[in-house]
């Protein structure tokens, strides 16, 4: 009687261990890339074969690359399923571009193509195509910003943010009226499509706010500024020459030493090697609230107010940025401004983001949190097809600073693709107005 | 919450210990003991007796009432990575079963404080839970935790006692959190409801079936002390906040995201079983099925209003079990057989892939024959032969993720009473030595596709859950009576080698019961 139990018992066990293992539905896809070049260049012929092509695996951070071949295609076999950043560059020679396009340049022209956040599954599919703009060439380059600060117990917090903007060109250059502007849109990694305001990419759909005239390509055309400041000066009072730069800091002082607040205390870092001397600076932001940390140093100048947000020049020390730089012989405080479109009453609190023109935009920076985590891009390809971002975090004194991309004589061709994410390298301390 | 804690544990407690007034005159040593005296075949008996409301008409047990006060250590690197290197536990359990007139009762009551040091890489309440989705971090931690539960059910019989019906309730409740950056806390609560129905086919042959519903949430928040933690980057990479999405697939989780995640849990069971005589003996035989469906949703935008909170994925878990249990009297003596087998299928599907990542899939059988002998109508000694295999397989399609082990434990359950003299008051002594054998096992996880995780977690758990080991457990308790209660002092010892992993795993226990 007791055999027969423990046949049964083997039975069982034989049944137990013989389950088939199954894989998910989840599976591979194959990536197929196609590269062409964006409406206004395809008059010319830009060559399409040799175009590097670059995916990164947003769960994980492995990169793939790849060249596409003689017919602008390229397939990445096997890809796994998720989200991915994808890359296309190319860098077509200034003699090469001058025999397409018949335009004399001074320095290589690189296109690019970029598409963040793309998810590839076997729903979606794995066919994109990629399209190749160009921007301007030349010019004023955002070089450096020190956006995360330094330790807050042991360094100056964000007391030592600043940017600094080069003149890329071969000639000088006057800063009077540059402006810089902190972009604002939506910073909702998930937002609720619902709500009806918001793009698929999750920014803010501007079409739909308070006033915003019918027919304007609101979203297309132009951005909001959160906080735009602008060089003083009546043309010809700040020159700069090729290869200098300005440095425009929250507060133009050295940092590493004490320094007495704007409420009468004496601040002292306690490590000053974790931070930066910007008592240089050309300019600075001061914005007279009453702020503590709100310095107006003697004998630098101040940027000009044409819109402020809080208490200071304080940058988001997360990531979660976009800056613009532009010059204009116009009054940026005399184009409209729009309430978010999230607002639903006007006031006279309600916060107005003054509407600046892309086509005004001489450079753009994004930055990110870091390579998940993301919020909705700011900046269109046009301006700034990737991203830059600090691995180390905030309050970790580490800043973003663009690459040299050649020397001629002794002045430095800085990088400018109009990716962030190609042109920008980390750097663990800043140094203003010097190179990595 | 304390104090109606504190009701609910009375009243269980005195809803076993009540009886008839007539009954408490008649009491006398034989009537006492069987109920009073904790041996190791009746364990075994009650556990699978009060698995569902409808069979406690059939338990070879009339009444039993016990409330144990217990401290547990446990420590030791032979572990699974997730797992604490130490555990401290002081518990409380009540619970009783008896029959008063044709209906029968049982219900329990059980809290747990519990200290669990060195835990990394997991956020969760329940580190063996085959779900995917849950929140870790790498930096290790104390964790607190608490534990309440509570249940209850009766059953009767009806029409000339052909009819038998059941109802049963089980509640769930526990509070988990660490001291220490990343700070996470976790809250879960579930309820189960069951009812039964069964037909008595011949005095010694029964039917019957149930059905239920269970409905559990578990919340996980995590928060920052250190500001400048809160806002790590990956300088501070052991303390960010990650969440996992399948095997070996893990996102981080920056400032800019909320680090809060929710489970609903619902789910059907339903079950049936036989009960009668067979081949002379006491047989049952229960066949259960339970489906669970666990929704996690996590919060849409930063303004961490839950209202915001979106569905990220879903994981569907369907469990089998077939249970044997058997009884018979050899002359004086009993024999006692259980077969259990478990078979689980989990699938998620992930909203963001639009499509199932995750497989789970397990089977184990748990079995032991065991031998007691009496001695003028006294269990002298008990020995059970026990066994145990299981084998488990993850997937990740994502990831391209593949694991599966398999092992077996083959172990010997000796229980020694001594009854020197009339006064019922004896020793008991236990030893129970088991080896764990190895099968088959792998690991498949793609370079390109390997995470911290992957060789952080994944590698290491490999290796221990296909370890061969020896363990050998003893114990020795004391029983005396006590005001015509029973009471008992106990301690056990555990400790388990591995014969190709460094490290040991030592677990203490100590117990005093009071029977009734």
Redesign the interface.
Same mark, same amino acid.
């Given at each position: 009687m007791m055999k027969n139990y423990f046949l049964l018992l083997l039975a069982v066990v034989a049944f137990a261990s013989c389950r088939k293992e199954t894989d998910p539905a989840v599976q591979p896809v194959d990536l197929d890339l196609t590269i062409s070049y964006a409406a206004k260049f395809q008059a010319y012929t830009f060559p399409v074969s040799d175009v590097s092509l670059k995916i990164t695996n947003l769960r994980n951070s492995k990169v793939q690359e790849g060249k596409t071949s003689a017919n602008g295609t390229y397939t990445f076999p096997a890809t796994s399923a998720g989200s991915y950043d994808i890359d296309a560059t190319i860098t077509i020679t200034a003699a090469q571009y001058e025999q397409i396009t018949g335009i004399e340049t001074e320095a290589d022209v690189v296109f690019q193509a970029s598409i963040k956040n793309k998810l590839i599954n076997q729903a979606v599919g794995g066919e994109v195509t990629l399209e190749l703009t160009s921007g301007r060439i030349g010019n004023w380059v955002i070089k450096q910003v020190n956006y995360g600060g330094s330790h807050r117990a042991n360094g100056a917090l964000f007391r030592d943010q600043f940017m600094e903007i080069y003149n890329n060109s071969s000639d000088t250059l006057y800063a009077d009226s540059l402006c810089i502007a902190d972009v604002y849109n939506s910073t909702s990694p998930t937002p609720d499509q619902s709500k009806g305001y918001y793009l698929p990419a999750g920014q803010y759909d501007w079409t739909k706010s308070i006033g915003m005239p019918a027919g304007t390509k609101a979203n297309d055309d132009f951005l909001y500024a959160k906080s735009l400041y602008r060089v003083p000066g009546n043309g010809r009072t700040y020159p700069v020459a090729p290869g200098k730069s300005i440095v425009i800091a929250q507060n133009a002082l050295n940092h590493k030493a004490p320094f007495t607040n704007a409420n009468g205390v004496v601040v002292t870092v306690l490590d000053p090697s974790l931070t930066i001397d910007l008592s240089t600076a050309n300019f600075e932001v001061f914005l007279g609230k009453g702020f503590a940390s709100d310095i107006d140093v003697a004998g630098v100048p101040n940027m000009e107010i044409l819109s402020s947000n809080g208490n200071d020049w304080v940058l988001d020390n997360t990531g979660r940025n976009a800056w613009v730089i532009f010059q204009t012989s116009q009054n940026p405080k005399d184009w409209p401004a729009y309430p978010d479109p999230s607002t639903t009453i006007v006031s006279g609190s309600t916060t107005m983001y003054i509407q600046m023109p892309k086509a005004q935009v001489i450079d753009g920076v994004e930055t990110q949190p870091g390579l998940t985590g993301q919020v909705p891009k700011k900046l269109d390809n046009n301006l700034d097809a990737g991203f830059t971002y600090l691995p180390k975090g905030p309050y970790t004194s580490q800043a973003v600073i663009r690459k040299v991309a050649k020397t001629v004589g002794t002045r430095k061709i800085l990088q400018d693709t109009n990716n962030s994410s190609n042109d920008f390298e980390n750097i663990d301390l800043s140094v203003p107005f010097g190179f990595k | 919450m304390r104090n109606i804690i504190y009701l609910i544990l009375i009243s269980v407690s005195l809803l076993c210990c009540l009886q008839p007034a007539a009954a408490q005159k008649q009491a006398d040593t034989s009537q006492l003991e069987p109920r009073l005296v904790s041996y190791r075949f009746r364990d075994y008996e009650y556990a699978y007796y009060t698995q569902q409301g409808l069979l406690l008409q059939h338990a070879p047990i009339e009444r039993l009432g016990s409330i144990t006060l217990g401290y547990s250590y446990l420590q030791g690197g032979l572990r699974a990575r997730q797992e604490a290197d130490k555990v401290n536990v002081a518990s409380l359990r009540s619970e009783g079963l008896r029959k008063v007139k044709k209906i029968t009762l049982q219900g329990y009551f059980g809290f747990t404080r519990s200290w669990e040091d060195s835990i990394g890489y997991m956020h969760s309440a329940k580190p063996e839970d085959p779900t995917p989705y849950y929140l870790l971090a790498i930096k290790q931690g104390h964790w607190d935790r608490l534990h309440y539960e509570l249940g209850a059910q009766a059953s009767t019989a009806v029409l000339n006692d052909k009819l038998l019906l059941s109802v049963g309730a089980d509640f769930d409740l526990s509070s988990n959190t660490r001291n220490s950056d990343p700070r996470p806390e976790i809250s879960k609560y579930a309820l189960a409801l069951n009812w039964g129905v069964g037909y008595r086919i011949t005095p010694k042959h029964t039917i019957g079936a149930w059905a239920g519903y269970a409905y559990g949430i578990e919340t996980t928040n995590v928060g920052y002390s250190s500001?400048?933690l809160n806002?790590?980057?990956?300088?501070?990479r052991e303390y960010q906040t990650f969440l996992s999405k399948g095997f070996g697939?893990?996102?981080?989780?920056? &400032?800019?995201?909320v680090r809060r995640m929710r489970e609903d849990d619902k789910g059907y069971r339903a079950g049936g079983y036989y009960d009668g005589k067979w $081949?002379g003996f006491h047989t049952s035989l229960l066949y259960k099925f339970q489906t669970s469906r666990r929704t996690y949703v996590k919060?849409?935008?930063?303004t961490a209003d839950s209202r915001?909170d $979106?569905p990220i994925a879903s994981f569907d878990l369907e469990q089998q079990w *077939?249970d044997l249990f058997?009884e018979k009297h050899k002359g004086s003596d009993l024999l006692q057989?259980r077969?259990r087998?478990n &078979?689980g299928e989990g699938?998620d599907y992930?909203n963001?892939? /639009?499509?199932?990542?995750? *497989?789970y899939?397990n089977?184990? *059988?748990n /079995?032991h024959?065991g031998y007691v002998h009496y001695t003028q109508s006294r269990p002298q000694y008990e020995l059970f032969l026990k066994?145990y295999?299981d084998?488990t397989?993850k997937?990740?399609? @994502? @990831?391209?993720h593949?694991w599966?082990n &398999?092992y077996a434990t083959i172990g010997v359950d000796f229980s020694y009473y001594t009854r020197p003299n009339a006064d019922k008051r004896f020793w008991v002594f236990n030893a129970h030595p088991a080896y764990r054998k190895g099968i088959d096992h792998y690991l498949t996880a793609p370079t390109?596709?390997?995470?911290f995780f992957t060789t952080d977690v994944l590698m290491p758990n490999t290796a221990y859950y296909a370890r061969n080991a020896a363990s050998i457990q003893g114990g020795i308790a004391w029983q005396t009576p006590w005001k015509k209660q029973m009471l008992k002092f106990g301690a056990d010892a555990r400790y388990e080698k591995a014969a190709d992993l460094e490290g040991r795993r030592v677990n203490l226990q100590a117990k005093v019961s009071l029977f009734y």
């Open positions: - | 500001v400048m806002a790590a980057g990956d300088a501070y697939n893990v996102l981080v989780q920056r &400032s800019g995201d $081949m919060p849409a935008a930063a915001n $979106m *077939i058997m057989l077969i087998y &078979s699938s992930n963001e892939l /639009a499509g199932n990542n995750y *497989i899939n089977d184990n *059988i /079995a024959i066994g295999y084998k397989y997937a990740d399609g @994502t @990831t391209s593949r599966s &398999s390109a596709q390997q995470t």
